[in-house]
T-cell receptor
């Protein structure tokens, strides 16, 4: 079945530095790749998503890149702030399956 | 709009007991899903529904039942609780395929 691998599982950066989280998917037919942020005690919330017909998407300090050939996509956070500390999940969706398959999560700590 | 509402927030069960986790959404979304979140394993799909009267199994369906009699509600039933079902459970809804999923606040379930 479809699988999504996510690395690293934990990431610590200094405030102001950049953070990169990488995911690899197994199903080459996957065409939608959302990223979710989960703060302590809350449900995940969408922060950015990308579709397979786009190679990169930016929203202020957050960007996502997609490499369809290699079947991987990455989340980039620039100028990190303490409020970026959270668990981040990538996911992939394949047409006709109605399911989002999530990665195992990355706990990001931004050190002040 | 309340979004996705889950009840209860916390629950302790004894092995063998049954219970129902409630999920309701007020966004008229067709797609609803149940996930469990365990340390190091990300979000795993239990059951999902693409509309009233339609349900299907996800990655880890054993020990759980669902029904979807209305668009708004998608309850998850634990038939005979086991310690392996100790987890945090999230309900999510979305408008359709490849759209933002909205998550509830989660139910922390402990089975002793």
């Amino acid at each position: 079945g479809e699988n999504v691998e996510q690395h690293p599982s934990t990431l610590s950066v200094q405030e102001g530095d950049s953070a990169v989280i990488k995911c690899t998917y197994s199903d080459s037919a996957s065409n939608y790749f959302p990223w979710y942020k989960q703060e302590l005690g809350k449900g995940p919330q969408l922060i950015i998503d990308i579709r397979s017909n786009v190679g990169e998407k930016k929203d202020q300090r957050i960007a996502v890149t997609l490499n369809k050939t290699a079947k991987h996509f990455s989340l980039h956070i620039t100028e990190t702030q303490p409020e970026d500390s959270a668990v981040y999940f990538c996911a992939a969706s394949t047409p006709g399956t109605y399911k989002y398959i999530f990665g195992t999560g990355t706990r990001l700590k931004v050190l002040a | 709009n309340a979004g996705v509402t889950q009840t209860p927030k916390f629950q302790v069960l004894k092995t063998g007991q049954s219970m129902t986790l409630q999920c309701a959404q007020d966004m008229n979304h067709e797609y609803m899903s149940w996930y469990r979140q365990d340390p190091g394993m990300g979000l795993r799909l239990i059951h999902y529904s693409v509309g009233a009267g339609i349900t299907d199994q996800g990655e880890v369906p054993n020990g759980y039942n669902v029904s979807r009699s209305t668009t708004e509600d998608f309850p998850l039933r634990l038939l005979s609780a086991a310690p392996s079902q100790t987890s945090v459970y999230f309900c999510a809804s979305r408008r359709g395929q490849n759209t933002e999923a909205f998550f509830g606040q989660g139910t922390r379930l402990t089975v002793v």
